[in-house]
């Protein structure tokens, strides 16, 4: 797992790039200038990276825009110690930047080739999050109540079951909506268990959370 000075400079102006896009935390920046990117990514597309573009990763997902990534994280205003939960490992590069943010992580996955990837890939790259294979829909009751909620694939709307998981003034992000890909970037804060604040933080493109009909069950 080559991590050269080339892919440490090329990282440096993808920081930069999100920066001059308007993020402006300086430990989101940091983890993106910190994060070896090109290692989440098959070998014979290393050469995209370090542009701030989604990439395929299979099973019919993406590893999320540098940007988007950076904004969703910026939006969660992650302090350390935080315990964070995030709906959709996918390629685990968000789940990093929590971590290198210094929260604590709790990711679930639903697609199974992806969570086998991601959760032999990140220990490997000294990242330890807990790995949860299932439905992300439903959260993990269990482990609840969590500071901080992360959704990294578009929802037709806000599932309950997460925001009873989330602590009384705690927060999340999550994209919603659903026309052509289209969502929009949302965060609730949980003042108390009546009192939801919702703000919109305009469109970003993603893959859908579930299939459409499952939302129904």
Do not use: C
Not at 63 to 79: G, N
Not at 95 to 114: D, H
Not at 188 to 197: A, F, G, R
């Amino acid at each position: 797992m080559e991590d050269s000075y080339k892919h440490k400079g090329l990282r440096k102006q993808l920081a930069l790039q999100v920066k001059e896009k308007g993020i402006s935390d300086k430990l989101v920046l940091k983890a993106i200038e910190t994060i070896p990117r090109h290692l989440f990514l098959d070998n014979a597309f290393v050469e995209f990276a370090y542009q701030d573009k989604a990439f395929p990763i299979g099973e019919g997902q993406t590893i999320s825009q540098p940007y988007t990534v950076a904004f969703q994280t910026e939006l969660l205003d992650i302090k350390k110690g935080d315990k964070v939960l995030e709906v959709g490992t996918g390629s685990g590069y968000q789940t990093s930047v929590l971590l290198e943010m210094g929260a604590k992580v709790f990711t679930i996955e639903r697609q199974k080739v992806l969570f086998d990837r991601t959760s032999s890939l990140l220990p490997k790259l000294g990242y330890l999050p807990k790995f949860f294979y299932g439905d992300g829909f439903k959260g993990l009751p269990a482990f609840a109540p969590f500071d901080k909620i992360i959704v990294t694939a578009g929802a037709p709307l806000v599932p309950p079951d997460l925001v009873s998981q989330l602590k009384s003034g705690g927060l999340m992000v999550i994209p919603v909506g659903g026309e052509n890909d289209a969502y929009v970037m949302k965060r609730l804060t949980k003042e108390n268990e009546s009192n939801i604040q919702i703000v919109s933080f305009g469109d970003f493109r993603f893959v859908p959370l579930l299939e459409e009909k499952e939302w129904g069950r």
